[in-house]
């Protein structure tokens, strides 16, 4: 659904209301277009009207600050297991085996130099998914990870929670912000 009636463009400036109501209003104004963090707004809200647990993940790279990083959605299916998904290629990773790949596995196997498999229908923005791109693109953005506390209970302040490597300096950062070097 989402891939199928929205698109990425970096251009996009997010509006303050970051529902998903705000974003697809957003969204019409601006051709149906939104950055990754929209669609992945989109997505995991769509998840979780359909009973799928799913958080936003913000994937950073070494620089603070940054001019680039990639937003992607982890979910925790029904059965217990973890996938990542990315709506702004409409994306999502297996094994050799056919196990669908979560975000964990995805820094993991990025370290490691394992290859993966793509979905048949991975695109970005209707052209072909290019695999080598993406996986060089991410190599970068999977040093640091953030993501917010209870992002199933929207009345609650969140609280942002950042995965670091470890000597990785914190100081000047909000207090909101709570950093750990333990996956």
């Known amino acids: 659904f989402v891939c199928d009636n929205f698109s990425h463009t970096g251009d996009a400036v997010l509006p303050a209301d970051h529902s998903i109501t705000g974003i697809i209003k957003s969204c019409e104004r601006f051709g149906l277009k939104t950055n990754c963090r929209g669609l992945s707004i989109i997505l995991a809200e769509t998840l979780r009207m359909n009973g799928v647990r799913a958080r936003i993940v913000t994937c950073k790279p070494y620089e603070e600050p940054f001019e680039d990083c990639h937003v992607v959605v982890d979910c925790l299916m029904p059965s217990g ?89 914190t100081n000047g950062y909000s207090k909101l912000i709570n950093f750990t070097s333990d996956p």
Request: no cysteine; proline share 2%; charged share 25%.
């Open 81 to 169: 297991t973890r996938i990542m998904l990315d709506p702004t290629y409409r994306l999502y990773l297996t094994d050799n085996n056919g196990k669908y790949i979560s975000f964990a596995e995805l820094r993991e196997g990025i370290i490691a130099g394992k290859t993966f498999r793509y979905n048949a229908k991975a695109l970005y923005n209707g052209t072909v998914f290019n695999y080598q791109d993406y996986i060089e693109y991410m190599t970068k953005n999977v040093l640091r990870f953030n993501t917010n506390y209870n992002q199933d209970d929207r009345d609650s302040i969140f609280s942002e929670i950042e995965l670091v490597p470890n000597g990785y300096t």
